[in-house]
């Protein structure tokens, strides 16, 4: 139903009946009031006396209810309004009689002289004394005039008015010559008398008036040429009409020919656009005017049509390297579409890399060199396991940490009221996660043994980041598994994270696992405490697919570092005699490296660097590279070129799979480089997919639904369209075809549809994931 309705259905007198506003009885005095009002009555009819009489109780009550019980005022008030009210005076009644009473009064006031002086009888500046009145006199004038000088010309010197009478006598010649030259120049006018007469004839066109108002003033006219030979001049007596006049001029017009005007000098842009008049005044005007910086000498033009020297380079280039030369400019005319056409066709760009490569056989030099093993661990486990805190206190035994940066991070962890965080603060470096006490986000540091150079991978324990465990645990070689020891943790954390971060490990391909019972220093290192977590935690990881052999337990204290590097000087933790976490990592194999496999490396970070203003990281999956390598962005498809890179913090020509390497790219936008992105070789490149084949081991049950694609650092969004069979978990064989929904703890194989391309091929490992839940996780097929 919509709103509209309901209002229309609405009973306001059921709505009105339960409204508890106003209502009547709130007029009603409380009783603090009826106690004032009382009082205050018998005050006031004490302080009227007799009066009081002449007003009724209700008045009093009203009054004192007004003036807020003030009985002064009431008495006062009472008073002026109903025992003594003013008398009003009675108004004379108007004389009907007269008709015009009321302007005989206007009449009357204004005939008699009134005095207005008594209205100011009582201003102090009403009667002044004349010795004490001010007199206003006018201001004196500026004895030396105005500032900025007078409006008269200023005196000038003898001298001075010499030079200025010879500049107007200089200028007043120039004015008469110039006037002499003016009539010099209208008597040389060949205007014959005929013309003059024609001239002042009236017309017949709609100025022919006008133009006859000349006839007039044609006696009065002078000659504006010269008397012609055998002609006498006409005298004012013998003037000819202007009928005779236009015969005359009639008969003219065959014989003399018209005057040619005199044309204008050609002011001096036109000099400089067209050139000097030329003197012969019959010049044939031009309809064109070519401009004077075209007008080229045969020199210039010739050297333009030569080829450029740009050109003769590009040729000579060309001819030293075999290489097709640059098609010369043509100078003479416009170049056709279709030549400009094949001159971009013709333009290729070649693969070779813009940095020079040394061409290093990368294998053979792995395979001499005599460096140490290097191996990545994730850190997993539940929220608040002590898992940044366990790492930190192994730095700092290591000596990869000083115990003077502990020192200054547990300072700075008391000012906030964090002080059991410092050793946590090593790895957690970012704002956020020491305000929240949480890690959000992999921290990495590392390490080195006699035999090894470790990477630590400290991965979030929070449910919230568990995308950023997955792209940890890609990167990981084996992993170390925190439990929280303490009364109530363990069973709590078994229940949360603990479960799913060792189901998402297996699904990532890990097989070894070392399990850090941390905090035993809390239930004073009870031996009863290790079995029995150690009993169920090895069930449930036989169970998720790990084997005993690759699964250890060690009894640590993360903050005291019991057991970390050095076994436990603590009596309570002598009935354990095994290895530390240290040589329990030494132990550990890393898995196999696909060294001859085609260039794979998951990109972790995009940042710059002073080396390049593109700068990743991440760890080599497969191949290897080398400086001056072309490389391929998957899924953009742009190529760029290795500038540089680094292993450990150190620069070095090549790297291997297994190895986290810094590369600093060149030829390349940013916008082509995201986190999660494919470096591939160009030749053998990574496909990129939005449909694939997965053969998952089912969390929880499967059917077609949405789902997001985790693989390291690239998620991706989908769904799952089908459901093709469901799998035996030893043998893979098929069990059932097309079910409709897998059971959790069962192997399907998915139909996965992506929203967009991704670069996956097959054998890598995915996580599949729904409404914060992990869902399924296996291979690609």
Known sequence: ????????????????????????????????????????????????????????????????????YDTDKVVEYLIKKFINPPQKTAKPAPNPSSKYTFLKRIHIASAAPRDFSHLFKDLPWGNIPKDRETIFIPPLLPRMGLLGGSGSPPKMSKLQQLAAARKKKAEERAAQQKLEQTRTKMTQLSVEEQDRQKENAPSDGPFGKRLKTSESTAEGRKPLTTAEPGRSEPSSQSTPTALENSQHAKAATADSPKPTPEKAQPSAFAQVLFGPPLASPKRKLQDVFPLTYTDLSPSVLEAFSRPSPDDVVYAAQAKAGKKTAVTQTKKKGASSLDAVASDVKGLKIEDAPLPKSRNLDVLSEFERSKSKK????????????????????????????????????????????????????????????????????????????????????????????????????????????????????????????????????????????????????????????????????????????????????VPVSGLHGDNLVRKSPDPTASWYTGPSLVEELENSEPSARALAKPLRMTISEVFRTPQSPISISGRIDAGSLQAGD?????????????????????????????????????????VHVRVGDIICDPAKPIECLDTFTLKALAFDFLMPMQVDVHRGRLHAAGRIESMTALLDK????????????????????????????????????????????????????
């Open 630 to 670: 072309p490389l391929l962005i998957q899924p953009s498809g742009e190529k760029a070129y290795l500038k540089s890179l680094q292993v450990d913090e150190e620069p070095v020509e090549w790297a291997v799979a297994g190895q986290n390497a810094v590369l600093h790219l060149t030829n390349i936008d940013q």
């Open 1 to 68: 139903m919509s709103r509209h309705q309901e209002v229309r259905n609405l009973d306001y007198k059921d709505v009105l009946d339960d409204y508890d506003g106003y209502s009547e009885e709130e007029d009603e005095l409380s009783p603090e009031d009826r106690a004032l009002m009382t009082q205050g009555t018998i005050t006031v009819q004490t302080a009227l006396g007799v009066e009081a009489a002449k007003v009724s109780v209700a008045q009093i009550e009203e009054s004192l209810w007004h003036y807020y």
């Open 374 to 553: 290097a191996a990545s661990f994730v850190v997993v486990g539940h929220v608040d396991a002590g898992k940044s805190t366990m790492m930190g206190r192994l730095l700092l035994d290591l000596n990869v940490v000083d115990q003077r940066t502990v020192d200054k991070l547990r300072q700075e962890a008391t000012k906030i009221g964090k002080s059991s965080f410092a050793l946590a603060w090593v790895l957690d470096q970012r704002t956020e996660e020491r305000a929240r006490g949480v890690t959000i986000d992999i921290a990495t540091n590392r390490f080195e043994t006699d035999k090894t150079v470790f990477t630590i991978l400290d991965a979030p324990g929070h449910r919230d980041f568990i995308p950023n465990m997955i792209a940890g645990a890609s990167q990981a070689d084996f992993a170390i598994l925190v439990i929280d020891a303490g009364t109530g943790a363990f069973e709590s954390g078994l229940k949360g994270q603990t479960r799913e971060h060792s189901l998402l490990i297996r699904s990532m391909g890990v097989s070894r696992v070392i399990v850090a019972i941390n905090k035993l220093d809390t239930v004073g290192w009870s031996q009863e405490r290790f079995d029995e977590i150690k009993n169920q935690v090895s069930g449930f990881l036989s169970a998720t697919g790990f084997q005993q052999k690759n699964i250890t337990f």
């Open 730 to 781: 030893v043998t893979g064989a098929v069990v059932k075809k097309k079910p409709k929904i897998a059971k959790p703890a069962t192997v399907a194989r998915v139909v996965v549809k992506l929203n967009s391309k991704v670069p996956l091929e097959a054998g890598q490992r995915v996580v599949l994931r729904s409404g914060g839940e992990t869902v399924a996780a296996g291979l690609l097929e």
